[in-house]
């Protein structure tokens, strides 16, 4: 069961910038209530938005981009007993990972850093999977 403590860690962090997302767009669509048309394709509102508020809008998609994968995996390696070690640990590494991304991309948004991070947490799932392929081949 602790494995599901890392991806609990990475939806608490889907749900903090869902609330950071709010609290960027609510003043704005109050604002602008009865008059958002313009804003009914997120690709046409995002070049209205402040820097900031594109960066916290991004980070928000790509938490259900990448993430996705990890909460399939982590759900499957709880129901199959393949929980170890290693397995903890990567998974929390991915957790780790993942929110040092979001902060990254919601404060100074250097890419490059991003890139490393992103890289990262991709090589967590990749070795997450490896290790259940060699199981299930063995």
Not at 4 to 27: D, E, H, K, N, Q
Not at 29 to 37: C, E, M, R, T, V
Request: include cysteine; hydrophobic fraction near 50%; proline fraction near 4%.
């Amino acid at each position: 069961m602790e494995i599901l403590y890392p991806m609990f860690l990475v939806i608490t962090l889907s749900g903090a910038l869902f609330l950071l997302l709010a609290a960027t767009r609510v003043p704005s669509i109050i604002k602008y209530f009865g008059n958002l048309q313009a804003a009914k394709h997120s690709e046409d509102l995002r070049p209205k938005l402040p820097s900031a508020a594109r960066n916290i809008t991004d980070n928000y998609n790509h938490l259900f981009e990448q993430p996705t994968l990890f909460y399939a995996l982590v759900t499957y390696i709880y129901l199959m007993q393949h929980v170890d070690t290693i397995h903890l640990y990567l998974a929390w590494l991915y957790a780790a990972l993942r929110a040092v991304h979001s902060v990254i991309q919601i404060t100074s948004n250097n890419v490059s850093y991003r890139a490393l991070i992103f890289i990262g947490s991709g090589a967590c799932l990749m070795f997450m999977i490896a290790k259940e392929i060699l199981f299930f081949l063995s």
